[in-house]
């Protein structure tokens, strides 16, 4: 049962990222601005923004906004992959834990790579290779974590 859920919340997620690549240059635009302006309007986040942060606000908040969302996916993706391959290979906990890392995150690469082709046919929008590394930087430590907790639980339940 919780293998569909993370299947549910993983595709939600792509359709999520989707959707919001889709916005054509100037509703993306309005967006990001819209919540860069309000968080810096809130008196908390400017208590705990870093100055180098602030210099180019706007910008850095799309950036962080990909890598927050591609974090989640990752871990979604990871959850999902792990919860399919079951515990088969439970003498093998750490291959088992490789194993699925990497199919999560050659799903979450493949999935960025496209969101970026994607964004090429959108007016106002841009192909981006440097995005997909953004987008790395969010999902690869979400599926590590996954993983290193997926190992951990493996080794406890059959060693």
């Known amino acids: 049962m919780k293998k569909w859920i993370f ?7 792509m359709v999520l990222i989707f959707c919001l690549s889709a916005q ?4 993306s635009y309005a967006l990001s601005q819209e919540v860069a302006q309000q968080m ?3 008196t908390a986040t400017q208590t705990v923004v870093p100055a180098w942060f602030s ?8 950036k962080w906004a990909h890598v927050y969302l591609y974090a989640l996916l990752g871990i979604s993706a990871a959850l ?13 906990a750490g291959t088992t834990a490789l194993c ?11 999935y960025a790579a496209g969101d970026e082709l994607h964004q090429y046919f959108v007016p106002g929008r841009a192909c981006l290779v440097t995005d997909v590394f953004v987008d790395s930087i969010g999902f690869l430590p979400g599926i590590a974590v996954v993983c290193w907790l997926w190992y951990r639980h493996i080794r406890k339940r059959y060693h």
Do not use: D, M, P, Y
């Not at 299947?7 to 997620?13: H, K, S, Y």
């Not at 054509?24 to 509703?27: F, H, L, P, R, S």
């Open 7 to 13: 299947l549910a919340v993983t595709l939600f997620l």
């Open 100 to 110: 699925c890392g990497g199919i999560a995150a050659a799903i979450c690469f493949a």
């Open 80 to 92: 999902t992959v792990s919860g399919f391959a079951g515990l088969r290979w439970q003498k093998r």
């Open 24 to 27: 054509e240059g100037e509703q």
């Open 40 to 42: 810096q309007e809130n």
């Open 55 to 62: 210099e180019n606000f706007h910008a850095n908040v799309r």
